[in-house]
Structure formats: C-alpha cells, structure tokens
Nanobody, 115 residues
Framework: QVQFVESGGGLVQPGGSLRLSCAASLSIFHECTMGWYRQPPRKQRALVAHVTPLGLTSVTKSVRDRFTISRDNTKNTMYLQMDNLQTDDTAVYYC?????????WGQGTQVSVSS
C-alpha cells in the first residue's frame, strides 16, 4: 500500500518561510507526477503545485511567485519551498498523485501563519 508522509509544517509569522517534505513509500515514485494539495479551515482541498517525473513544474497562480515545488527521485521525496508566507496560506498540506488515484490521504502537515 502506497504511503505518503508529510512533514515540515509549523507556526510562522507573515513573511516567514517553510520547507515541506513528502516521503513516498513507492518504488515507482520516479515515474509519477506528484502534487501538493492544501485544505484551509472550512474550505475544500485543492491542488497547489505539481511536478512531473522529469521535474517540469506547475504552481497555481495565487502562490506562483512564492512557492517552489521540487523532487528528488533518488530519495523518493518531494518538497515545497514556501516563502513570504501569508495568513491565507494557513492550511493542512498534503501530497499525493496527480491526478488523484483514489487512495487514502496521508496525515498532512499543518501550516499556520499568524502574527
């Protein structure tokens, strides 16, 4: 069973930075397009960014100038560098396939931006 373990979240002040990591127990990780999703309080979960097996990236417009997605196929790990964080970035962040394959979500990592 595929398992994704997200880490790196925390409480930061506006303008701060965090780097999220997603470790995947998946032998074919290097063949999969992967993405970061987030779910703000009382809102729907949505895709924020994704990266193809070869490293091509796409980041949603609202955070494109502040978030950077990357991956290390040798470590079966994906990252999300988040700079100049704003209060609207407060959410639980998850990693998963793109498109989704219907599996169970990981536990996510909480990002809270507050002064």
């Amino acid at each position: 069973q595929v398992q994704f373990v997200e880490s790196g979240g925390g409480l930061v002040q506006p303008g701060g930075s965090l780097r999220l990591s997603c470790a995947a127990s998946l032998s074919i990780f290097h063949e999969c397009t992967m993405g970061w999703y987030r779910q703000p309080p009382r809102k729907q979960r949505a895709l924020v960014a994704h990266v193809t097996p070869l490293g091509l990236t796409s980041v949603t417009k609202s955070v494109r100038d502040r978030f950077t997605i990357s991956r290390d196929n040798t470590k079966n790990t994906m990252y999300l560098q988040m700079d100049n964080l704003q209060t609207d970035d407060t959410a639980v962040y998850y990693c998963d396939f793109v498109p989704l394959r219907g599996g169970r979500w990981g536990q996510g990592t909480q990002v809270s931006v507050s002064s």
